[in-house]
């Protein structure tokens, strides 16, 4: 099974930015979808932005858009989430998930960021914005 490990989340100021890390222990098929998730504190885990491995096709929510690029390097099997203007909402443990399948399902993962389609989960990393 496919291993995600994330890094770079922190304490960050309202306004600031920060980048986030998902690696990837080896996308051993032609497509995946791989997303960022967040979970605040006494709420579900939703999702915020997707990317197709294969055709670096990108997806985000209307919370995130304008804000929020998310990113890939195949060759480092990572996915990066870049956050910019964050605000203190955006807090919470962040995940990147993976869902394998054909072009079409990976589509479908990313249009509609559903948690049951992603079958591989990171341990999360901690994003506090506050000032």
């Known amino acids: 099974q496919l291993q995600l490990v994330e890094s770079g989340g922190g304490l960050v100021q309202p306004g600031g930015s920060l980048r986030l890390s998902c690696a990837a222990s080896?996308?051993?098929?032609?497509?995946?979808?791989i997303g960022w998730f967040r979970q605040a504190p006494g709420k579900e885990r939703e999702g915020g932005s997707c990317i197709s491995s294969n055709d670096g096709s990108t997806y985000y929510t209307n919370s995130v858009k304008g804000r929020f690029t998310i990113s890939r390097d195949n060759a480092k099997n990572s996915v990066f989430l870049q956050m910019n203007s964050v605000n203190p909402e955006d807090t919470g443990v962040y995940y990147c998930a993976a869902a394998p399948g054909t072009a079409v399902q990976v589509h479908r993962a990313c249009t509609y960021l559903a948690t049951r389609d992603f079958g591989s989960w990171g341990q999360g990393t901690q994003v506090t914005v506050s000032s």
């Open positions: 080896e996308f051993t098929l032609d497509y995946y979808a």
